[in-house]
């Protein structure tokens, strides 16, 4: 039944929103999609076509009532079409403003996929979002280059501590703090500012500790 795929993206999408990271662009789906917008424009334009422009819904009904539900189904998969991937750049553009990289995470998680299943891709986003996500992080870098004393991807909430203590979670080399150098190896402990080590936290490199 025409709709039925398009309903499946959306419910992709709506799953997407609950996850760290985003599932496999739904490549097969999408093109269904767009082909059965394709077949139902076909459909009503050799119906048009059969009047010259002029169908009169009130001397053929249902001639116009197939029209109708053709405009209908291809205004529902467009819209469909429309919040899958507007559900997965917004996803994107999270992962970029919290300083993570979307791309190597998306080819980390499918390739732990790729494993399980042996039929996976070398990346969960389609090369038109990998695009995206290149465009987009130099967008942000230039943007955050013009407030250079100004972490605008930090929290917006004041921190309570102005120290903290932090687990090393993955060798993260030599970083420079205010109070001076510091090595992050796995399993070290430390206890630093933390507007030092906020980046790192929120890329996976840190565990605050309570």
Not at 79 to 94: G, N, P, W
Not at 184 to 197: A, C, E, H, I, T
């Amino acid at each position: 039944m025409y709709g039925d795929i398009g309903l499946k993206l959306v419910q992709h999408a709506k799953r997407a929103q609950a996850l760290p990271q985003l599932p496999p662009y739904q490549t097969e789906m999408v093109r269904a999609v767009v082909r059965e917008i394709r077949e139902l424009d076909r459909d009503a334009s050799r119906i048009l076509k059969s009047f010259e422009g002029s169908l009169d819904p009130a001397e053929h009904p249902d001639s116009a009532c197939s029209v109708l539900v053709d405009h209908l189904c291809m205004r529902r998969n467009k819209r469909c079409l429309l919040a899958y991937h507007r559900v997965r750049s917004d996803k994107i553009e999270q992962l970029c403003w919290l300083g993570q990289d979307a791309l190597g995470l998306q080819h980390q998680s499918s390739e732990v996929r790729s494993r399980a299943n042996e039929d996976g891709s070398s990346s969960s986003l389609s090369p038109e979002e990998e695009g995206y996500v290149r465009q987009y992080s130099d967008l942000l870098a230039v943007h955050k280059g013009e407030w250079t004393d100004i972490d605008l991807t930090g929290p917006l909430d004041p921190p309570r501590d102005l120290f903290i203590d932090v687990r090393v979670l993955k060798d993260a080399g030599e970083i420079q703090t205010e109070y001076g150098a510091i090595t992050l190896m796995k399993n070290s402990q430390f206890y630093v500012r933390q507007g030092d080590v906020e980046r790192l936290i929120a890329q996976g490199y840190l565990q605050k500790l309570d």
